[in-house]
């Protein structure tokens, strides 16, 4: 089975910046993903490839750590997988963009014949209207695949509309990716990056956007970034102690043997709520 590692900050970076490969894990970001894809030429990819996976097998990257590999289809994809096999075991996932159902077979099919272990987890990055639409199905089609990415860039100039830090122009597009990740059994998806580095007021308003929505995480493309993302995705005090009291009280009632508990202010408290407060103190740490 995959790993369900669940991340509220994931951090791109040049899969062919040897300089920030090493140094992305001690910027804070739960994981980072080195990115074969856009931020690479096609001229660099080979070498790209190459280097990273050097820097893998040395153990020279620490941290977990993600890689974006070419969308299936491309002539890129497969020596991607070729290359980076040797580095499986330090590897959390592999990021497919462009997903779709075939896309996801495709990649399952390439680790498959280099015995990838079976935790190698696919997060696929929905960014096209058929890859949001067809998001349960992708979900599907691999085992593997634990979690999924939103992708606003490509989606909005597919869809023709202006990305802005409040979202309303591809809510329709997030909530459907959420809403197919809980059918489909996955982790909460991650957000992607808002692309304006210097907006720090507007990518608190993305942050909150996605967290809102029942995104479990949000990419970034810029160190600076990852503070916003914790604080808005850490649950403040009242939150953990709202989660302290329904876990008690859920405990209280099982002890009499009561599936239904009470809080103090006598809002009822019912298993799918308790999940949600454990959940809620086991990523706090709490």
Do not use: C
């Amino acid at each position: 089975m995959a790993l369900r590692q669940s991340y509220r900050s994931v951090l791109f970076v040049p899969a062919d910046r040897t300089d920030r490969v090493l140094s992305a894990p001690s910027r804070g970001a739960d994981a980072i993903v080195a990115d074969l894809e856009d931020a690479v030429a096609p001229d660099s990819k080979a070498g790209a490839r190459t280097s990273l996976a050097e820097l893998l097998v040395a153990g020279r990257v620490d941290g977990r750590v993600m890689v974006r590999v070419n969308a299936a289809g491309t002539p890129y994809i497969a020596d991607d997988v070729a290359a980076l096999a040797p580095a499986f075991g330090s590897l959390d996932a592999l990021v497919l963009p462009m997903s779709s159902p075939a896309g996801v077979a495709e990649l399952h099919r390439l680790l498959a014949e280099h015995d990838a272990p079976d935790d190698l987890a696919i997060v696929a990055i929905a960014e096209t209207a058929a890859g949001i639409l067809d998001a349960r199905g992708t979900a599907a089609a691999s085992p593997r695949v634990t979690q999924m990415l939103f992708g606003p860039a490509d989606l909005s100039a597919e869809l023709g509309v202006t990305v802005t830090a409040e979202g309303a122009e591809l809510a329709h597009a997030r909530a459907h990716l959420v809403l197919a990740s809980a059918a489909a059994g996955l982790l909460a998806p991650i957000d992607g990056p808002y692309l304006n580095v210097d907006d720090a007021a507007g990518l608190v308003r993305s942050v909150r956007v996605a967290r809102t929505l029942g995104f479990g995480g949000k990419a970034a493309i810029h160190p600076a970034q990852l503070g916003a993302v914790h604080a808005e995705f850490a649950p403040d005090e009242a939150t953990l102690d709202w989660a302290r009291e329904v876990v008690a009280a859920a405990e209280a009632a099982a002890a009499t043997g009561s599936g239904v508990a009470r809080l103090a202010d006598g809002t009822f408290v019912d298993e799918p709520i308790t999940r949600r407060a454990r959940a809620l103190l086991a990523g706090a740490g709490s």
